[in-house]
């Protein structure tokens, strides 16, 4: 049996530190321990892209994906993944990613944690030009990458809304275009990697943000937008499922629900999104 459709997974925090977007390292262990003892696998950007030009996943498969790069997925996201071998992709915003040796790690006993931020002071932190308090270092992205956990592509350079803050949409573009290319410049400099994948801030695109990805040469597009990703799935429009705090009940139903196509068609109509 193959997968007849693809739940892609969105995470931003996986911590204790309590706040917004935030799941408990005790929720996401049930959750992984869940998924490994079930034999699920996940999916790597290679595989996505491979579902929708018609190579077939097995039929237990998720992806997951986590927005923004925080520090509390390294220090607690990245040892789990591997406990249980893994795979997720971290969509990293490269201008707030930082230099210095990877920290130390709590669960393989070094001492010295860093101290985790919940997201509202992180949000803050970043805000005043201190985001290394708040994001994951180069060293600790090639840690995690040489581990095999994680994979990483662009969630822009900035993490800027252009169309906030642009006085017409050929500046918004023009901006756009300008971080687009500084952040795959950036992932090309730093991990040798040609990166294709993009995740949008706040979920937000419009027709002109698509036009400007495409022609920085992205070609795989990922939305905040409910839903599973079906093989005949638009690669401009990926869904992504929000995980919430809860324990491997929630979570499982949640996976069945949207790896069955007709399911999620039928929830969707229910829920009205
Ligand atoms: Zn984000």
Redesign the pocket.
């Given at each position: 049996m193959t997968a007849s459709a693809l739940p892609i997974l969105m995470y931003?925090h996986v911590s204790p530190a309590p706040g917004l977007v935030t799941v408990t390292p005790k929720n996401f262990v049930a959750q992984m321990a869940w998924l490994a003892a079930n034999d699920y696998h996940t999916a790597s950007c290679a595989d996505l892209e491979g579902f929708l030009q018609g190579r077939p996943l097995p039929q237990r498969t998720v992806m997951i994906t986590f927005?923004?790069g925080y520090l509390d997925n390294y220090v607690h996201a990245f040892p789990i993944l591997r406990q249980y071998g893994l795979h997720a992709v971290i969509?990293a915003?490269t201008d707030w990613i930082g230099d210095g040796a990877a920290r130390p790690h709590p669960v393989a006993g070094e001492s010295g944690a860093p101290l985790l931020l919940n997201h509202n002071a992180c949000t803050e932190r970043i805000r005043e030009g201190r985001a290394d308090e708040a994001i994951v270092r180069w060293s600790e992205v090639e840690c995690m990458r040489a581990a095999g956990s994680f994979e990483f592509q662009s969630?822009t350079a900035s993490?800027t809304r252009w169309d906030k803050i642009s006085g017409n949409a050929a500046e918004k573009s023009t901006a756009l275009g300008r971080d687009l290319e500084r952040s795959r410049e950036t992932l090309r400099q730093r991990l040798g990697m040609l990166g294709t994948h993009l995740?949008w801030?706040?979920g937000y695109f419009d027709a002109d943000y698509l036009s400007v990805a495409r022609d920085q040469g992205f070609t795989h597009l990922y939305t905040t937008t409910p839903g599973s990703l079906r093989p005949d799935g638009d690669a401009n429009k990926l869904p992504r499922i929000v995980v919430k705090d809860k324990g491997a009940a929630w979570f499982s139903s949640r996976i069945h629900l949207y790896s069955s196509p007709f399911l999620a068609r039928w929830y969707g109509r229910l829920k009205g999104i």
């Open positions: 931003h927005d923004d969509f915003v969630h993490h995740c801030p706040q």
